[in-house]
Structures are given as C-alpha cells and as structure tokens.
C-alpha cells in the first residue's frame, strides 16, 4: 500500500509542516521523505540531522527553542569531551547520542539507513513512515571563498558565514532514489504531493538531484504543492536568504517559484506576502505559514491539501 501523500522536506522549517500533516493524514497515507545531504561522519559516527529532526519533531521530543536535537537533554558527554579536547563544535547531547550510537552500529551491523531509521522512528513511537531519499550516501558540498566546505563545516562550525559561490551534491549522481518514493509517486492513489518549507537550495535540491526523483516528480498526475520558506523576502529560520543572494537571486517567494517553477502546480505563500507576478498569481495561494503552534503547522497542513484538492491545481 503506498502514501497518499508524499512530503519531501529538510531539517527544522520542514519538520514543522510534517508533524501538521501528521495530524491531518492517516499514518499509512503519509510517506516523509528526508534530505540526507546534510549527513556526515563525526567522532566516528554516522549523523543524520534531517532524519534525526523529522524523528523527534513527529515523536514529540523535539526541542522546541533549537529546532534540532531532544527536549530535556543533558550535556555531561559534551562536557566531558571538551576536559578531554575533543571537538565540541557539534553538539550532541547525552540523550540524542544514543540515537546516532545506535544507528552507527546497526550500520556497521549491514542495515540500511531505510531500515535503522524505520526501526529507531518506530521505537520512538513515530507512526508515517520516515524514509531517506535514498540509502545510498549524498553529501552537499559548498565552495565558498575558503575553499570547498562539507555542510555542516560550513552551516555549523562556520556558521553559515562565508559566501557560497556553488553547491555540490556529492554522490547525487550515482544514488538509488528510495524506492518508497518512486512507488508512491506512480501509485494511482497519489493525492498530492507536498514540498515543505525547508530551504529549496540545501534541503529539497539534494532531493531532486537523487536520479529518478525529478522525473518522476514531473510526471506525475496528482498536483505537487510547495510552501515557501521565504516571507517577505527573508528566511523564518537558516540561510535561506543570504544564500539566494550569495548565489545572484534576490530573495523572494517569486524566487523560489522560480526555483520550483516546472515542478510544483502550486506555491504557499505567506498571507503577509505582496502579489507575485500575474504569470504566476493563479498558481499562488495564500495561508499563515509562520508556525509557532501546533495549531499553526496543522492548519498549515490543512490550507496545503486544500490547495491540492481545490480547483485548477492541477495543470
Ligand atoms: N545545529 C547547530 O547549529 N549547532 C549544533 O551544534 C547542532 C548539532 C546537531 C546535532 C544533531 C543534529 O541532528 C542536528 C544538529 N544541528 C546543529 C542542526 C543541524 O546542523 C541542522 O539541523 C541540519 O543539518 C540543517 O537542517
């Protein structure tokens, strides 16, 4: 049986849209689908922020003021790795390493990154399914004026600082698109799909460079709705902004429908947003889509379906 709905989203932004739906769609009709660009190997072990942020954001144990990581966390192991002159520039709290202990061995163990994720989702209690854009590895890559950057170099330790001139999708081209995906969007029930506010360049490009993945976002009959996150030409969380204009593109809701343009049938934008271009007005629809509660993202969650069920919004 394949997902109704199909959710292509990031870390944070994203995360917030998918626990909405998650509250609107049955689980078996919903199917995640996670960035896994932003995953490295540190201290030994295999992180996977976005997986890791749709896990706890969908279980409830996310921390609501970082947007990443657990609520309720403690910070004795980071402690004890900085008296020891380990790298602490990445923060992982006591409760949240388990999970990337965990997932490291069963890795090692020969499982996937599809089935350590479903196990470890399910153990937390997640109820949709929550699959990477595939088990093979993608890492994005940013060339700045320092040189080439691994992602969380350069969004971390770096604090997104320097200007990224180009992004590479390390591995794009030879990964396996998840074939969850892949069936969802050829099944004949599909209703919609939906691209969650999560920055388009780092989040959900990684996404559409897995081969297979574009094409058959392009082809397929239900209509594919996209929410931008990007209000009033600034980003509600990250890079999303400065990045847009690093690389030339003025920052706007405009912008990322350009961005979408032959993929998505419909844009979100922020009811606060101007009126974009008339070429694309009839493929605009207004909502609130800054979400501070969980009556925000589920409202959000119910303005993006109806724009997918509505009329003229598939064309
Ligand atoms: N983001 C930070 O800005 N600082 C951190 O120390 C940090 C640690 C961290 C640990 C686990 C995890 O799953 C995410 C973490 N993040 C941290 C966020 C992460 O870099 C971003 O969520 C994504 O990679 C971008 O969406």
Known sequence: MSAKIVALSGGIGGAKLALGLSHVVAPDDLLIVANTGD???????????????????????????????????????????????????????DRDLALHVERTRRLKAGETLSQVTATLSARLGVKPAIVPMSDDPVRTRLKTARGWLDFQDYFVRLHCEPAVEEIFFAGAASARPHPRLIAALHAPDLRAVVICPSNPLISIEPILAVPGIRTALAAVKAPVVAVSPIVGGAALKGPTAKMFAELGVTPSAEAVFRRYEDLIDILVVDETEAPLPTDLRPRTRAAQTIMRTLEDRVALARAVLAAADGPGSRI
């Open 39 to 93: 995953d490295f190997e540190h201290l030994g072990l295999s992180i996977s922020p976005d997986l890791d942020t749709l896990t706890y954001v969908l279980a409830g144990l996310d921390d609501r003021e970082r947007g990443w990581g657990r609520a309720n966390e403690s910070w004795a192991f980071m402690d004890a790795l900085g008296a020891l002159g380990g790298e602490t520039w990445f923060a992982l709290g």
